[in-house]
Structure formats: structure tokens, C-alpha cells
């Protein structure tokens, strides 16, 4: 299948050269060109025009939990403890396979719509997670996240079974599901159980995925604990030695810093939920500054609430800008690279998040003839501090079309809505 | 003109009854029925349906300046004072009466679509902007904004120009236009000015609004030049002996708190702005706490950059959670009032904010069909925490559809698009 865009502005978050003017050749689920014409000869199956629009590479979300989308608004305004144990644990106890399934899919239809082709799931029923990746074409980087304050045979069938579907559907649907590895948190699950899911790692050459110092309760009862802060804690286990990607990591010492930078951990940063269940404002300009990599991730839509990666953009150029008082943290380029490029390479997928000759074609068009688009002074500052996820007209993923003009091509939205809306009133009920 | 609004979910903002089945019935420019049906032989001249929707008040936005969408992403990520001095001043100065009659159009365009039926804004071409209000429909609290670091000669005749706008067109266009008197800071004008400001204030029986406390460097300039803060010395010029609107108030001691209170001084927070411009974060819960009256404006979108009243609402209620490390403070209900009826009372509209039989129709659809808003469960929340200006499909004010199906009933949006941007790049060029 050989498609060509034109007309578009194409942003290839490439720095060599940012703005390109001219087509877009896709073959299959590849790029093959980016800018000018088409080679004498080279015939598209397909020619879309996108005029008025700008595309770019789609989104990379870097932490989720995607069946959650049935519990946003279900318990806000809340401290995160209290959050989970009261409300969010109890009501995802009464989670069925449709749940997962119907959450899931809520959450993709919302996310292609937005412009967000990749995202990394951390939850529970994965196989039904993969399964509606499949069906929906996005791409995704699953994990079984498992809470360990459990029996010894309940850890040993949890393990086993995120050993089994990381084995199982790494690599599959084309190559657009990866897999990682993910002891839930350090506070949930005990030190030799993490050392289990460090060996798992190794002998499926899989990464780590965890939650990290999202609160200061948690480290604090991690240094009454073990002695250590988490981050100590978890290079001790050996964690570090593998690939990691840690969520939140909002609390951190200097020292700690330079030990991810040391280990090349990377960091999902979460802004909008670490806001909203008032966990704090993480060390970016820090972290980046120490060479840290730092992605964007939305964290679930009950603690942000929405899956907008345009709002994690802008919350990240906009925040840390007002918590130091210093205006060029974080500039907008940066803050997009976050929501792209550097989320890609935060789960190493080495062919995503830049349109550039031989990356897959995951790309998406943004309507910039709006009035909060005008004039186009700075497009990339317009997408950073103006747009949202609205603005997302198409997407494609793997050089398929998944959203054509606002609507997703593959998934029937009104159906998940309704049945998303079922569910909820069934565990609410 | 009679008006039935059938098929939509109410959301009044009236604490007394947060929502409402049936019907809302609309005479003329006002509201005359909330819920239920309509009476018997009462025959409406127009009958709309809006399943899937909700209707809640217009959004109102205190403060802002809609000429400078023009200059939208053009000097992003610096400090206040070169950001203004170096980059907006220069740039203003080249400003015609066209440019400022397309950038607020541009703004109105904006903001009309985004669910914003109200907004506060301080600029100069007062008249310019006046006519744009009284063309569009909207409702607008217009202020000539004087700076006076000039010759007593221009002070004198801006004085005479912001005095002579006020009178001229306080209760226009149907009474949708109303007026202040603005001395634009303490640091732009010096007290004897500020004591004009005041008088005229006296004489028309009009508020002042002005800029105060932005960022910490004007708040020491002011003790170096005056020898106390700025809400001392604007206490002492007898600017919050009159209705007074504050812009920003970033930086207060809790005696500043407490003198805002005792004066019924309204503060207009800008979250984005503060955050863009690295001007800080206001203390809006302690504001609170002590009960003085708080808002949301956008500012302009040159510091924003968009004017999505949404994300202010979404910011005051995040932010706040955030920096105090409190998931209470700040809750979605407080942070939509803030939004709608606080934001009226704050710049004394007595007849809007609420949806109420005998308040202006000033009233929004938001389309909560949507991935985003599912499942139903609290529809405060998701406005607040999900919600964006482009999920906004309809705006009436005084009882007119200014926006019906997503689309400006009143403007050419094409035109007023092409025509910014002609006219930015006049300025740019």
C-alpha cells in the first residue's frame, strides 16, 4: 500500500530540520519520504490532502492505565492513598474481562482521536488490553503490573502469568505490542519479589516498567522500611541494571538524580495526575539538566482526567516554568520533543516519534486553521501552549488510517461508549 | 422571541438545585423557566433540541486583552519584563485601529466558540473594541488601560480618553456593553495619576481594575519607590474605597489577604499566565479561605496563548492541589463557580453566572457524548478536569444564538482568520 499526503505542513520533530514543505510517502507501515515531490515513477495507491492542516508524529504516551477510564470522576478531590484504597481498589475488585475490555477500548477510541498512536499500559486482564490493541491498530507497550501484598502463591501465579503475556505478545500485531515488566510499585511489592521481576527482565531481555516516589508518604515509609529512599532501594535490587522506566519520580534528592542519570533510567513524568492528587511537582528542569530522559505520560483518566498528551505538553512548558520563576525552563521544543521523539526512545522503540525516511508511519494531522491557531507565527509553540486533542483530525499508525477526520476507522465509538457506560453503572451499582 | 431549549441535561450552578430535568425557556434576553415544561399556552417562536448535551451558564473570563491574539507564539518563554519591554510594547506600538479590530474579533471568535459569553478587557482603541463587542453579540466589561509613563500632556489626554470611552459606552448594545477605569499598575502610573483614576471612578459611578503584584521584582519595586507594598499603597490611594477588580495578585502577604477581604477587593487569577510568564502562584486557597471573591481570567493569548476558559478552570482547580500537597483545596465545583458565577460577581453582573428565571440567557451547550466524558458519572468533574473549549457546540447571550452547531452565527470567522493574519504579518514584517 503506497499513500501519499499532501498539502500539509509537515512538522518532523526532527531538529535537522524541523519544518518540511512537500509530500509524504508512506509504504506499508513505513515512511519513505518526507518532503518535496514524489520520485518520477512512484505511484500512490492512495493520495490524501490535508490543506489547512499540519502533521507530525502522533503522540507517545508513557503511563497509563487504560480500563480506568470507567472510574474518571468517580473520586476526585481526594489524597492519593485514600483514593486508592477506599475507592479505586474496591471498585476495580468488581472488574470483569468486559470491563477491562470496554474501559480499554474507551480509552484508545479517546486517545487515537487525540492524536496519542502509542501508549504504555500498566493494568491487570493484559491479554484483553492486547487484544483490543490489536483490534484498534494503535500501538502499545503492555504490562501486567502486579501488586504484591499478597500470599506467596498468589505473587508466584502473578508473576507467572506477566512472565507468560510479556513471552506471549512481545512483538506481536505487526510489532506494534512490546511488553515490559512491572512490579507495581515499591511500597506494594516486597524487595525479593522485585528481584524475581529483575531475573524475569533478564531472561526475556524485557524492561522494567515501576512506580516511583509519587508521594513523600511513600518515601518516607520506604526509608523506615528498608532504610534507603526508593531509588536506593531499587538500584540495590538491581533494578537499575536493567532498562527502566520509572512513573512519577517526583521526589528526588540530588543524589538521586545523578543515579537514573548513571543507570540511564528514564522517567515518566505525569503532571496533570501528580497535580490532582496532590502529590507534588517533580524535579523536571533537574532531571533534565542532569541528562536525564524525561517523557509525558497521563497516568489513568481517574486521576487526570482525560487522556490529553496536548495538556501533559502544556502542563509541563507552563508548571515548572512557575515553580522556579525562571521562564526558559522547559521551552516549547522541548516540552514537544517530550510528547514525541523522547517518548519514544523512553520505551525503546528506535523508529517512532520522528517523521523522517525508514521510521513507521505513525503520524497525525492537526487543524491549524482555527482562531486559537492564528497567525502562524510559531506552530510549535501554537500545538504546545494553544491546541488540545480536539485539534487531532487523522491519525495513522503502521501506515494504516486509524482516525479520518475526526472519526476512528476501525473501532465503532458510539458501541464502546454505550458499553463503557454499562459497565461503569453495573460496578457502580 | 420565544425560545425552547428541549432534550439537554441542566447544570445551573445554582447550589440550590446543581442540576435540572426538562426544559429551559428563554424570552427575549432573559431565562423565565429552568427545568420542567413549559406552561400551558406558552408557545415558543423556536424550539431547539439538544440531546446529548448540557447547558450551563457562559463562561466569564475577567481579564484579558483581545487585541494581542495577534501576537499569539510570538515571544514565548521569556520574563515578564522582556517579554513585555523587548518583545509586546514594540510590537503594540505599530498597532492601527484595523489590527485592533481584528485581533479582537480573532479573540471574540475565540471565545464565543469556547463558551466564553462574558470577558473582561483592558487595552487602548477602546472604541475599536466597543464596536467588535456591540457586532458580535458577546457581552464585554471594556477598560481603556492607561499607562503613565508619559508627559503630563498624554496623561492628561488619556485620562480624558479612558473617562470620556467609560461614559460613552457604559450600558450600550443592549446593556451587553459595561465599563471600568483602569490606571493599568502601580508601576506604570504614578500615584498622583492613580488618584485621578480614582476620582473619575468617583464621578461615574465605575469600578477601577487594575494590574497588581504580577511578579515579585514589581512588588520590591514598589517598597524601593514607595516605601510599602503594593496593596498598601494602592489601599492608601484610595483605590479599594471603590469597587476594585485586581489582576494576578500573585504575591500577598497574609495582611494583604486580609485588607483584599475587609475592601471586598476581587481578585482575577490567571493561572496560565503567571505559570507562562514565570510570574509564580498565587495564593488562591488562602484567598479563599479568607473569603475574598476569585476569578479566572486568560489574559491574553500572548501569555497563554489560547483563551480556553476551560484550562484556566482546569489549572485553578490542579495547581493548587499540587503546591499545597492538599487533593481538597480547590475542589471542581469551587473551581467551575470561579468560572461562571464568580466571575460575574466580580465584575458586579448581577443578572449572569446562573442559570435562573430572570437572569440574561446567557447560557453554553457542551457535547458530553464524547470518549472523554463517559461515563456520566459526575459531569462537574468532567467539565472541570476533562473538558476543552472545543467540546463547547453552542452560546447564547441575551437570549441570541451566537454559536449554533459549533459554528459563529454572527462573525465571518473565515474572514477574520484571513484578515489577522494579514495584519500580523504587517506588524511582523
Chains 1, 2 share one sequence.
Not at 518532503?35 to 490535508?50: F, H, I, K, R, Y
Not at 519479589?193 to 533478564?202: G, H, K, T
Amino acid at each position: 500500500m503506497k499513500i501519499k499526503i499532501q498539502d500539509a505542513l509537515i512538522l518532523t520533530m526532527d531538529e535537522q530540520q524541523l519544518y518540511v514543505q512537500g509530500d509524504l510517502l508512506i509504504e506499508n507501515d513505513r515512511i519513505i519520504q518526507v518532503g518535496g515531490q514524489a520520485p518520477e515513477g512512484w505511484e500512490a495507491d492512495e493520495t490524501v490532502s490535508l490543506k489547512g492542516r499540519l502533521i507530525m508524529p502522533g503522540l507517545v504516551n508513557t503511563h497509563g492505565h487504560t480500563p480506568m477510564s470507567l472510574l474518571r470522576g468517580y473520586a476526585d478531590d481526594l489524597a492519593l492513598q485514600s483514593w486508592l484504597q477506599d475507592h479505586i481498589w474496591p471498585a476495580e475488585a468488581k472488574y470483569t474481562e468486559e470491563d477491562v475490555r470496554y474501559g480499554s477500548l474507551l480509552s484508545i477510541v479517546e486517545m487515537l482521536k487525540g492524536g496519542t498512536t502509542t501508549f504504555v499500559d500498566m493494568y491487570d486482564h493484559t491479554d484483553v488490553i492486547a487484544a483490543a490493541v490489536e483490534e484498534a491498530g494503535i500501538r502499545g507497550c503492555l504490562t501486567r503490573g502486579v501488586i504484591g501484598l499478597c500470599s506467596e502463591e498468589e505473587r508466584a501465579a502473578k508473576l507467572a502469568n506477566a512472565v507468560r503475556f510479556a513471552k506471549e505478545w512481545h512483538g506481536k500485531a505487526d510489532g506494534r505490542i512490546t511488553t515490559m515488566l512491572s512490579p507495581h510499585a515499591p511500597y506494594t511489592c516486597p524487595p525479593d519479589y522485585i528481584e524475581l521481576f529483575v531475573q524475569a527482565s533478564i531472561e526475556l531481555n524485557l524492561p522494567i516498567h515501576t512506580h516511583m516516589s509519587e508521594t513523600i508518604a511513600e518515601v518516607e515509609q520506604n526509608v523506615r522500611d528498608y532504610g534507603v529512599r526508593p531509588v536506593e532501594h531499587l538500584r540495590r535490587l538491581g533494578v537499575f541494571d536493567r532498562p527502566c522506566l520509572l512513573a512519577h519520580a517526583v521526589h528526588l534528592t540530588d543524589e538521586e538524580i545523578q543515579i537514573l542519570k548513571e543507570y540511564d533510567v528514564r522517567v515518566s513524568h505525569n503532571p496533570g495526575s501528580n497535580l490532582k492528587l496532590a502529590s507534588g511537582i517533580a524535579r523536571v528542569p533537574d532531571l533534565l539538566r542532569a541528562g536525564v530522559k524525561v517523557s509525558l505520560g497521563t497516568d489513568s483518566s481517574s486521576s487526570n482526567n482525560n487522556l490529553d498528551m496536548f495538556e501533559e505538553i502544556r502542563l509541563v512548558a507552563l508548571l515548572h516554568k512557575g515553580v522556579t520563576y525562571d521562564p526558559t525552563v522547559v521551552p516549547a521544543l522541548t516540552a514537544l520533543k517530550m510528547g514525541t521523539i523522547d517518548g519514544a526512545i523512553s520505551i525503546w522503540l528506535d523508529e517512532v516519534g520522528l517523521l523522517r525516511p525508514g521510521y513507521k508511519a505513525d503520524l497525525i494531522a492537526i487543524d491549524i486553521d482555527q482562531p486559537h491557531m492564528i497567525p502562524h507565527s510559531d506552530l510549535v509553540s501554537h500545538i504546545v501552549y494553544s491546541a488540545s486533542q480536539k485539534d487531532v483530525t487523522d491519525a495513522w499508525v503502521n501506515g494504516k488510517r486509524l482516525v479520518k477526520d475526526g472519526a476512528c476507522t476501525t473501532l465503532d465509538e458510539e458501541r464502546i461508549r454505550y458499553e463503557a457506560a454499562r459497565c461503569f453503572a453495573r460496578i457502580n451499582g
